[in-house]
């Protein structure tokens, strides 16, 4: 990979890494103090959230392609074929790589949980802008943001031990 091509792909996986790390957290924050914000009710913050799916996920897959650009570099310099180029390292005492693959595998197992189990009974109790059960909402918004909270702590847990590598 040229220099130029590896110093974009290091810029476009920080500022990924940035939008959605931050994001999540920003998100996490938001839902678990949403009680202690004036005139904001939970509904309308988890609206947000949703609607906000789009740059989540575009963020995320700039952050993949960036890191998948950025790996061999990083952490197989010597390999001459693709299989080792892209190979895990697994040693965590010389090469903190596995440990970031682990925590962003754990991050998307989590995140398609998220999405699928716990913010799917949002979206049905909350149809064209309407709460039908404003008490079964307010559990699975709790629901929500605990889960939102342990999604960015392991995605932004990643993105930490991402620069010490």
């Not at 960036?66 to 090469?95: C, E, K, R, V, Y």
């Not at 008490?135 to 993105?159: G, I, K």
Request: proline share 5%; with cysteine.
């Amino acid at each position: 990979m040229t220099p130029a091509l590896t110093a974009n792909a290091e810029a476009l996986l920080s500022l990924a890494g940035t939008i959605h790390g931050g994001s999540l957290a920003a998100f996490a924050i938001l839902l678990m103090f949403r009680k202690k914000i004036p005139h904001v009710d939970e509904a309308s913050l988890v609206r947000v959230y949703r609607a906000w799916g789009g740059g989540l996920g575009l963020s995320l897959g700039a952050y993949w392609l960036a890191l998948a650009l950025t790996w061999p570099g990083a952490h197989n310099p010597g390999a001459t074929t693709l299989l080792g180029q892209f190979a895990i390292p697994m040693n965590p005492a010389t090469d903190l790589g596995g440990v970031q693959f682990g925590l962003l595998f754990a991050y998307w197992v989590n995140y398609v949980a998220l999405e699928i189990w716990t913010l799917e009974p949002c979206r049905l109790l909350d149809r064209d802008g309407t709460v039908s059960d404003p008490a079964l909402y307010a559990r699975t918004t709790q629901q929500v943001a605990t889960h939102l909270a342990v999604n960015a702590a392991l995605f932004n847990a990643a993105l930490l031990v991402g620069t010490l590598v």
